[in-house]
């Protein structure tokens, strides 16, 4: 059996299914099982700058966000030890002065669109799974969602894909789907992806080589 705890990194493009392959995971693992950390709850704090210079921020690039905070909460959580994880406002942008508390599990999961264009991201999992999704279905889920859940108007999630979202993509995301141990279809149920990713945690635990058919 496996002594120390298993990393998984899920990632793609924004409106991929990431965040609906965590929760399929965490419902087959258990929630004693497994914790979760979102790459996004990372955004860095832009407290310091007018809404306006804000809302004109890059968030698509990787160094819109502390990747030294979530690579060291990642490794604090492999070592056992529990973590304050960030709390991020997407209406101001900026981090809230609350954090919650993410107990140490034998599974950690991580979700983001970045996670594996960043070199010290990268190398805190022991397995990466790239999402394949098409950019038709993704741009719709990122307007679906930005509109819903973060009080955007149509108008500004439109020229963010176009002006970062986009470009972004092509330039870090894509190219860092070389990395996956597994690219997932898009097409198939999260719950049918969490049950393959299953099958793996389980031959690994017993002790079985990590094998991952992509």
């Not at 997407?90 to 919650?100: I, K, L």
């Amino acid at each position: 059996m496996r002594s120390k705890p298993f990393a998984i990194a899920i990632a793609g493009g924004s409106g991929s299914g990431k965040t609906s392959l965590t929760r399929a995971l965490v419902d087959e693992l258990g929630r004693d099982r497994c914790c979760v950390l979102d790459h996004d709850s990372y955004y860095k704090d832009l407290s310091h700058q007018t809404l306006a210079a804000r809302a004109a921020t890059n968030f698509d690039h990787p160094a819109s966000l502390d990747n030294v905070l979530i690579a060291e909460h990642i490794r604090q959580l492999l070592l056992g030890q529990a973590i304050e994880r960030p709390r991020y406002d997407f209406a101001t942008h900026t981090r809230t002065a609350e954090t919650q508390t993410v107990a140490a599990r034998p599974i950690i999961i991580c979700e983001g669109i970045l996670l594996l264009a960043v070199p010290e991201l990268r190398r805190s999992f022991d397995l990466r799974l790239y999402i394949e999704t098409p950019a038709d279905v993704r741009a719709l889920r990122r307007v679906q969602r930005d509109i819903d859940e973060r009080g955007r108007t149509l108008q500004s999630v439109i020229k963010q894909y176009f002006s970062t979202v986009r470009p972004m993509h092509e330039q870090f995301v894509e190219p860092a789907r070389r990395s996956a141990n597994a690219v997932l279809d898009w097409r198939q149920s999260s719950a049918a992806q969490a049950k393959a990713v299953l099958q793996t945690l389980t031959e690994q635990f017993d002790g079985e080589p990590l094998t991952v058919s992509g």
